[in-house]
């Protein structure tokens, strides 16, 4: 194996170092693989270069590595929310929802049973005492369910179930 010349072995040093953090931070930070590539052209240029000059570009490539990492660790947490999606059948109605961070349902709609077709509740009694929604699938006709009580009230009744369900 033929012996580097000192100069060369420290520049070789300095390029794995290099080249092991822009590897590991490549597509995070561009900016800091740019202005390292600049760093290396004017290693690779400009030799010899002194030693504690090339440990000071190593030392900062590895503290400003370990900051940016530090600093993206909590970032990553905020970007993916914890949410559980769920989904149960409740009156002849395919329901699906969410839950957030208190674990309270989000997100509660109603699907068609037949061909999961979102449903949407039309108010068929108007001008009776009593309003009357009829649940039918828009997409294949099914008449899901009746309900003799107000939107808000059927909801509460979901709700109900899916708390007894969990
Ligand atoms: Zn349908």
Wanted: charged share 20%.
């Amino acid at each position: 194996m033929p012996r580097l010349a000192p100069g060369q072995a420290k520049v070789l040093a300095v390029a794995i170092v290099v080249a092991l953090v822009v590897g590991y931070f490549m597509g995070v930070w561009s900016l800091l693989g740019e202005w390292l590539s600049a760093l290396w052209y004017l290693l690779a240029v400009e030799t010899p270069v002194p030693n504690w000059l090339l440990g000071v570009f190593a030392i900062c490539a590895l503290i400003v590595a370990g900051l940016l990492g530090a600093a993206l660790r909590p970032t990553r947490r905020i970007e993916r929310p914890h949410q559980i999606h769920a989904q149960d059948n409740f009156f002849n109605i395919k329901w699906r929802w969410s839950y957030d961070e208190a674990g309270s349902v989000r997100q509660l709609t109603p699907y068609c049973r037949q061909c999961d077709h979102p449903l949407v509740l039309k108010n068929v009694g108007a001008g009776r005492p009593i309003d009357r929604y009829e649940c039918r699938c828009e997409h294949c006709g099914t008449l899901a369910c009746e309900l003799d009580c107000s939107i808000e009230e059927f909801e509460r009744r979901v709700l109900l179930r899916i708390d007894q369900a969990g």
